[in-house]
């Protein structure tokens, strides 16, 4: 049986592990656990730094004390395409043989350039044609992060698409009425993830390069502050707002809130003009920025949608030693990780 995978999400703020065990029908968690990264060692889903990047994988083992190295790892940003495209009917091995070629009319990057996978959702349409979602990421981003789990001593068995690996997480935790269409929307330190699901399929995905960083650099701007003091404010503003925080600093994250909508709401928008049956039923919000108040409310208004925060663990039995305080606390940063943690060696 193929080795189940430790779920290893390397964001651009910290690297976060997860380790499921098979329970039943269910999951158990092991171990979970984030080591921070210093800003910008990660930009735009590019490593800049990776000593920095394989010295914090290689600090967050150790202090997990795992000893497991089979790992499962995603990327994001503008190195990853996800399209849903049509090509003419052709048997699996045709569709193997030729899938360069036809991904050539459908990417921005040279077909040498790039790592290509596939998932074919409809086999054969009425007019004679075969419908498949087509990945496509760059061959150096992918090495990067590749190398960058090597040189922590660990062995990557799978390099997944975020967005994908959250919808993973998402699904073994919330089982959907197949008639609902959900957006969820990742919200990354740099990189946001939206992917709208039906019945198990993404309908749409799209990354967008705004995160939580934008609370924190826009406070630091308005009120000529440290960036950890800012961090630190954007934290306190995300809970009950009890006059702790400065009420310029709930402006600030308003008008912020405002702008990050407005991104995903675009999203949505084209989305809803470019399907035909699209009714969406909710949103879910993922990532540790999913905790900003200021962002739901701008969120709910301009959708005139239900929200939700994800809950990583809602379905996972949580081992009794593990500190249930903090998985709250970061549950909807987990989502990710729990999805790659659900990956075993060699599958598809």
């Not at 990853?80 to 360069?100: F, G, S």
């Not at 990050?260 to 949103?283: K, P, Y």
């Not at 108040?293 to 990583?312: F, K, M, Q």
Request: net charge negative.
């Amino acid at each position: 049986m193929a080795k189940q995978c430790i779920g290893l999400d390397i964001g651009s703020s910290s690297v976060k592990a997860v380790q499921l065990r098979k329970k039943g029908s269910g999951w158990a968690l092991q171990a979970f656990g984030m080591q921070p990264l210093v800003p910008q060692t990660i930009v735009d889903g590019t490593i800049m730094d990776q000593g920095a990047v394989a010295d914090a994988i290689r600090q967050l083992w150790s202090r997990l004390r795992l000893k497991q190295k089979e790992v499962a790892i995603a990327i994001a940003g503008h190195s990853v395409i996800i399209k849903k495209i049509a090509v003419p009917h052709m048997t699996p091995d045709q569709l193997a043989t030729n899938i360069r070629n036809e991904a050539e009319h459908h990417i921005p990057f040279g077909k040498d350039d790039v790592e290509l996978d596939y998932h074919v959702t409809v086999p054969s349409t009425p007019n004679g044609q075969t419908e498949l979602l087509l990945v496509a990421a760059k061959k150096e981003v992918v090495s990067d992060y590749v190398q960058v789990v090597r040189d922590a001593g660990l062995s990557p068995q799978i390099v997944d698409v975020a967005a994908f690996a959250s919808q993973n997480g998402f699904e073994v935790n919330y089982p959907l009425d197949p008639r609902e269409t959900v957006v969820l929307i990742n919200i990354g330190a740099a990189i946001s993830n939206i992917n709208i699901i039906r019945a198990g399929v993404s309908l749409f995905t799209r990354d967008v390069t705004i995160g939580g960083n934008a609370f924190t650099e826009e406070i630091q701007k308005q009120l000529a502050i440290a960036a950890d003091e800012a961090e630190a404010y954007k934290v306190g503003g995300t809970g009950t707002e009890n006059g702790v925080v400065p009420q310029e600093v709930l402006q600030v994250m308003e008008g912020v809130a405002e702008v990050m909508a407005g991104e995903f709401q675009r999203s949505l928008d084209f989305f809803l003009a470019t399907t035909a049956d699209a009714n969406v039923t909710r949103i879910v919000l993922a990532g540790g920025t999913a905790k900003v108040t200021a962002l739901h409310r701008a969120i709910e208004r301009r959708s005139r949608l239900p929200l939700e925060v994800a809950d990583a663990w809602k379905k996972v039995e949580i081992d009794p030693s593990l500190d249930r305080l903090y998985l709250q606390a970061h549950s909807p940063e987990a989502l990710i990780g729990v999805g790659l943690a659900m990956r075993a060696a060699g599958d598809k």
